[in-house]
């Protein structure tokens, strides 16, 4: 407006204005009777010069001269060509009207007035004028003006097509009213209409672009967004007017814009874990409040438990709400007509707790029922209801419900719907097949690890066992306490690489050997030797099944016990000596009865399977009440903590070595897993040593000569007299005269029989013969053998271990049923 100048902008009558037009009076023969100073100004006659002239002076009634343009007809006027006073020709637009006759030259012809003015600054203001009409009714803008109390004054065509009403409907109310509910959503502006209009009117700054989303006056149904611009009005003297405003609907692009965003949004935020309900929540939070109010999730309660749901379409299975999420200020229950058996409404607001999964039922006619039904999507009103599918398997329903200002789903939002859910059911069905194998592997791995730990007199004990928190789930660590002849105990901790199913199995096979060679009393670098060459041997095998290219996959596919790491100690509660070996596993921590720390020099040999180096055993005593900690380097290790540093925090917290070793345990992972997971399995024993009491065990040596049968009866029945058990007399003579018997004649040297009151009575005869009795039938005509048969069906269990001296021959016996019980060892 500032462009134009004080008269032209205050008046929209144009250049043919009497007012400021150049004007002549013409007499009824064409001469001039009248001149404005305006026409002097265009034409450059006085009215001097020109008074009494005729029209056709300065305006010549046909072409000049050659090339020049004839008239030319006009809306309203015609253009001409004039003829200044020196000599120029102008072109300009001319029209005529005629002056009334009054009194007495009623009868003659009437004067004219002429009116003219430069044609160029005439078509100049009729294209502004074209401009401002076009703007009024063919605009595809909606413009609006607010006068400086923002109450519409004024507004064109398409704003009025939009609204539906005419302005008289309108007129006078303020924006706020018009649109109540609405904001604006571009980031560094006011949020109201009324704010951004007072910062307009009273900055003169404009805005442009600005997003609106709200509902027209006459829809409040539709949710639409517009793109809107501010500027204010003012007159040429720079008074305020009022604000203009132009908006432009921009819900298509913008809708399209949001999905697009929100399918960005979806692929960064679904299915980052391997958690159904996690995957579940997930969906519901890309979904509300951008795409819908409230959003429910319900799982086929097969699918939550990994297993295979019913693909069969039509059927009705039991479904699980394991996630829902509404929008703060909505209330709708996203479930629809559902019959919640465990609550109903529940919703999760933003930032709120997980609802806890629970059973869920649709009625016949609901919109998830129909959904169930047919297999496909149902829509109705502001609710749609999406089954999601993997394999043409249903895996559940989700369900989105519009907010306070529903509105039906359209084309691009069902498929966004579509794609969102889609997305969803993939990442479900991936959790679903892990969850199934996690299940499997973790019940694996709990039936092969000890559950219940028998009660050992050799030490009290406890035990924490800490899966993996990473996708892929369980692993192979374990640990076991196994009873050896003699009152003895091996202790057992070890770690398979990998996790899964394979590594579960893995471990399963592992302890099952070990327990197998602990039974024969072998020294702890022995058995390991053997584990070793069992593993080394599987692994072979398995190379040689699959063939060079390896496994079916067509890569190597190695035994996954290559690279276990074990510890296996035996300890001994008579003499209070501890033999251990390892095979790359750490060397367990020993806390003294004094507290003194420290980690013994245990040669640490190379892991399982791998070969060409020995194993080493290293023997120590411990005295009574010594606290040894035996552990996977899970426990001690992470990915943003040294090993040192964790072997440090677990020497401080075993300091406090007095304490139960159930507390011990929960002090340890409260240290060294504060969170409660683990980036790798953890396993850890504590075990605190005791030592039987003198009078628990009695000891002799005999001369290997036959005489000393009878005084080993003698003496092992005396002992039994003292510990008040005469009543296992007989089959312990039996089992004596047999053992002693045997070792006089297979055997040299000096023999030593040994009676220990435990948990129940073992007999012992050592010699230094290494060649093990067999049991055996004996036929009716055989002179001997039959005295070991005898023995074995008078205990409960015998066998034989080895030493580096000799051989030891051991029978154990329960405790009649009366019988007190031998008093606890000593701790």
Same mark, same amino acid.
């Given at each position: 407006?500032?462009?134009?100048?004080?008269?032209?902008?205050?008046?929209?009558?144009?250049?043919?204005?009497?007012?400021?037009? /150049?004007?002549?009076?013409?007499?009824?023969?064409?001469?001039?009777?009248g001149?404005?100073?305006a026409?002097?100004?265009?034409?450059?006659?006085?009215?001097?010069?020109?008074?009494?002239?005729?029209?056709?002076?300065?305006?010549?009634?046909?072409?000049?001269?050659?090339?020049?343009?004839?008239?030319?007809?006009?809306?309203?006027?015609?253009?001409?060509?004039?003829?200044?006073?020196? @000599?120029?020709?102008? *072109?300009?637009?001319?029209?005529?009207c005629?002056?009334?006759?009054?009194?007495?030259?009623?009868?003659?012809?009437?004067?004219?007035?002429?009116?003219?003015?430069?044609?160029? @600054?005439?078509?100049?203001?009729?294209a502004?004028?074209?401009?401002?009409?076009?703007?009024?009714?063919?605009s595809? $803008?909606? +413009?609006?003006?607010?006068?400086?109390?923002?109450?519409?004054?004024?507004?064109?065509?398409?704003?009025?097509?939009?609204?539906?009403l005419p %302005?008289?409907?309108?007129?006078?109310?303020?924006?706020?009213?018009?649109?109540?509910?609405?904001?604006?959503?571009?980031?560094?502006?006011?949020?109201? %209409?009324?704010?951004?209009? *007072?910062?307009?009117?009273?900055? @003169?700054?404009?805005?442009?672009?600005?997003?609106?989303?709200?509902?027209?006056?006459?829809?409040?149904?539709?949710?639409?967004?517009?793109?809107?611009?501010?500027?204010?009005?003012?007159?040429?003297?720079?008074?305020? %007017?009022?604000?203009?405003?132009? /908006?432009?609907?921009?819900?298509?692009?913008?809708r399209?814009?949001?999905?697009?965003? +929100?399918?960005?949004?979806?692929?960064?935020?679904?299915?980052?874990?391997?958690?159904?309900?996690?995957?579940?929540?997930?969906?519901?939070?890309?979904?509300?409040?951008?795409?819908?109010?409230?959003?429910?999730?319900?799982?086929?309660?097969?699918?939550?438990?990994?297993?295979?749901?019913?693909?069969?379409?039509?059927?009705?299975?039991?479904?699980?709400?394991?996630?829902? *999420?509404?929008?703060?200020?909505?209330?709708?229950?996203?479930?629809?007509?559902?019959?919640d058996?465990?609550?109903?409404?529940?919703?999760?607001?933003?930032?709120?707790?997980?609802?806890?999964?629970?059973?869920?039922?649709?009625?016949?006619?609901?919109?998830?029922y129909?959904? %169930?039904?047919?297999?496909?999507?149902?829509?109705?009103?502001?609710?749609?209801?999406?089954?999601?599918?993997?394999?043409?398997?249903?895996?559940?329903?989700?369900?989105?419900?519009?907010?306070?200002?529903?509105?039906?789903?359209?084309?691009?939002?069902?498929? $966004?719907?579509?794609?969102?859910?889609?997305?969803? /059911?993939?990442?479900?069905?991936n959790?679903?097949?892990?969850?199934?194998?996690?299940?499997?592997?973790?019940?694996?791995?709990?039936?092969?690890?000890?559950?219940h730990?028998?009660?050992?007199?050799?030490?009290d004990?406890?035990?924490?066992?800490?899966?993996?928190?990473?996708?892929?789930?369980?692993?192979?660590?374990?640990?076991?306490?196994?009873?050896?002849?003699?009152?003895?105990?091996?202790?057992?901790?070890?770690?398979?690489?990998?996790?899964g199913?394979?590594?579960?199995?893995?471990?399963?096979?592992?302890?099952?050997?070990?327990?197998?060679?602990?039974?024969?009393?072998?020294?702890?670098?022995?058995?390991?030797?053997?584990?070793?060459?069992?593993?080394?041997?599987?692994?072979?095998?398995?190379?040689?099944? &699959?063939?060079?290219?390896?496994?079916?996959?067509?890569?190597?596919?190695?035994?996954?016990?290559?690279?276990?790491?074990?510890?296996y100690?035996?300890?001994?509660?008579?003499?209070?000596?501890?033999?251990?070996?390892?095979?790359?596993?750490?060397p367990?921590?020993?806390?003294?009865?004094?507290?003194?720390?420290?980690?013994?020099?245990?040669?640490?040999?190379?892991?399982?399977?791998?070969?060409?180096l020995?194993?080493?055993?290293?023997?120590?005593?411990?005295?009574v009440?010594?606290?040894?900690?035996?552990?996977?380097? @899970?426990?001690?290790?992470?990915?943003?903590?040294?090993?040192?540093?964790?072997?440090?925090?677990?020497?401080?917290?075993?300091?406090?070595?007095?304490r139960? $070793?159930e507390?011990?345990?929960?002090?340890?992972?409260?240290?060294?897993?504060?969170?409660?997971?683990?980036?790798?399995?953890?396993?850890? +024993?504590?075990?605190?040593? *005791?030592?039987?009491?003198?009078?628990?065990?009695?000891?002799?040596?005999?001369?290997?000569?036959?005489?000393?049968?009878?005084?080993?009866?003698?003496?092992?029945?005396?002992?039994?007299?003292?510990?008040?058990?005469?009543? +296992?007399?007989?089959?312990?003579?039996?089992?004596?005269?047999?053992?002693?018997?045997?070792?006089?004649?297979?055997?040299?040297?000096?023999?030593?029989?040994?009676?220990?009151?435990? $948990?129940?009575?073992?007999?012992?005869?050592?010699?230094?013969?290494?060649?093990?009795?067999?049991?055996r039938?004996?036929?009716?005509?055989?002179?001997?053998?039959?005295? &070991?048969f005898?023995?074995?069906?008078?205990?409960?269990?015998?066998?034989?271990?080895?030493?580096p001296?000799?051989?030891?021959?051991?029978?154990?016996?329960?405790?009649?049923?009366?019988?007190?019980?031998?008093?606890?060892?000593?701790?």
């Open positions: 407006m500032n462009a134009w100048n004080a008269a032209e902008s205050a008046d929209f009558r144009g250049p043919l204005d009497v007012t400021r037009a /150049a004007t002549a009076v013409l007499d009824a023969h064409g001469r001039v009777i001149w404005s100073p026409a002097e100004r265009l034409l450059g006659y006085s009215s001097r010069d020109i008074i009494g002239r005729h029209v056709d002076t300065f305006l010549p009634p046909g072409p000049v001269s050659a090339g020049q343009p004839p008239p030319v007809q006009m809306s309203g006027s015609e253009a001409r060509t004039a003829r200044h006073r020196d @000599g120029r020709l102008l *072109r300009v637009a001319t029209t005529t005629p002056l009334a006759a009054t009194g007495d030259d009623a009868d003659t012809e009437p004067a004219r007035v002429l009116v003219a003015a430069e044609l160029d @600054g005439l078509r100049v203001w009729e502004r004028q074209s401009m401002l009409h076009g703007l009024a009714t063919q595809p $803008l909606g +413009l609006a003006i607010y006068d400086t109390d923002m109450r519409l004054t004024w507004f064109n065509a398409t704003y009025g097509r939009e609204v539906g %302005l008289r409907a309108f007129l006078g109310k303020r924006a706020d009213e018009l649109y109540p509910t609405g904001e604006f959503v571009t980031e560094g502006y006011p949020t109201t %209409l009324r704010a951004v209009m *007072r910062h307009v009117l009273s900055t @003169g700054e404009s805005i442009l672009d600005l997003h609106f989303v709200g509902y027209l006056p006459t829809d409040p149904g539709t949710e639409h967004v517009w793109s809107c611009s501010y500027y204010r009005l003012q007159d040429a003297d720079g008074r305020v %007017l009022g604000v203009c405003e132009d /908006a432009f609907d921009i819900t298509d692009r913008y399209a814009q949001r999905r697009l965003n +929100l399918l960005v949004e979806a692929g960064g935020r679904i299915g980052t874990t391997l958690d159904m309900a996690v995957t579940a929540r997930e969906i519901t939070e890309v979904a509300v409040p951008d795409f819908a109010a409230a959003v429910t999730v319900d799982l086929v309660q097969a699918v939550l438990e990994g297993e295979e749901p019913d693909p069969a379409i039509g059927t009705v299975p039991a479904l699980v709400r394991v996630a829902s *999420r509404s929008a703060p200020e909505s209330g709708d229950d996203a479930a629809g007509s559902g019959d058996t465990a609550r109903s409404g529940d919703e999760t607001e933003p930032d709120g707790p997980p609802p806890t999964p629970y059973r869920v039922d649709y009625p016949p006619g609901s919109l998830q129909r959904s %169930l039904s047919s297999g496909g999507m149902v829509r109705e009103e502001s609710t749609m209801v999406v089954p999601m599918r993997a394999g043409g398997t249903l895996l559940g329903l989700v369900t989105f419900v519009r907010g306070e200002h529903p509105s039906v789903f359209d084309s691009g939002e069902i498929d $966004l719907a579509d794609e969102l859910v889609t997305r969803t /059911a993939v990442c479900l069905d959790a679903r097949r892990f969850t199934r194998e996690h299940t499997a592997a973790l019940t694996l791995q709990r039936n092969l690890l000890p559950q730990l028998p009660t050992q007199s050799a030490v004990l406890a035990y924490r066992y800490l899966p993996s928190d990473n996708r892929a789930g369980v692993g192979g660590d374990w640990f076991d306490v196994i009873g050896l002849s003699g009152t003895r105990v091996g202790l057992v901790v070890g770690d398979v690489v990998g996790h199913l394979q590594a579960a199995a893995t471990m399963g096979r592992l302890r099952t050997t070990v327990r197998a060679l602990a039974t024969l009393d072998l020294a702890p670098d022995e058995l390991l030797s053997r584990l070793d060459d069992v593993v080394g041997q599987s692994a072979q095998e398995q190379a040689i099944a &699959l063939g060079p290219d390896g496994g079916p996959g067509g890569g190597p596919n190695e035994d996954a016990a290559t690279g276990v790491t074990c510890l100690a035996v300890y001994d509660p008579v003499s209070r000596r501890c033999t251990m070996a390892r095979a790359g596993h750490l367990p921590a020993i806390v003294d009865p004094e507290g003194g720390l420290y980690f013994p020099d245990l040669p640490p040999g190379p892991p399982l399977g791998l070969g060409g020995p194993f080493e055993s290293l023997e120590i005593e411990l005295p009440g010594s606290l040894v900690a035996l552990f996977t380097d @899970g426990l001690v290790e992470a990915r943003d903590r040294d090993i040192d540093v964790g072997l440090a925090t677990l020497g401080r917290v075993l300091g406090d070595h007095r139960p $070793l507390e011990l345990c929960d002090h340890a992972l409260e240290e060294l897993l504060p969170d409660g997971t683990a980036p790798d399995d953890s396993a850890l +024993l504590l075990v605190r040593t *005791r030592e039987l009491d003198t009078r628990q065990v009695a000891a002799w040596e005999l001369p290997a000569e036959p005489a000393a049968v009878g005084k080993a009866r003698e003496l092992a029945t005396g002992q039994l007299r003292t510990w008040d058990l005469e009543e +296992l007399s007989y089959a312990t003579e039996l089992a004596v005269s047999e053992l002693v018997t045997n070792a006089v004649r297979h055997a040299a040297g000096p023999l030593h029989l040994r009676l220990l009151r435990d $948990l129940t009575l073992l007999t012992e005869v050592s010699d230094t013969g290494h060649t093990s009795p067999h049991l039938h004996s036929a009716s005509d055989d002179e001997g053998g039959r005295g &070991l005898i023995v074995a069906q008078l205990v409960q269990r015998w066998g034989t271990r080895y030493t001296y000799g051989k030891t021959i051991w029978t154990e016996q329960a405790f009649p049923p009366h019988y007190p019980g031998a008093p606890r060892p000593v701790g």
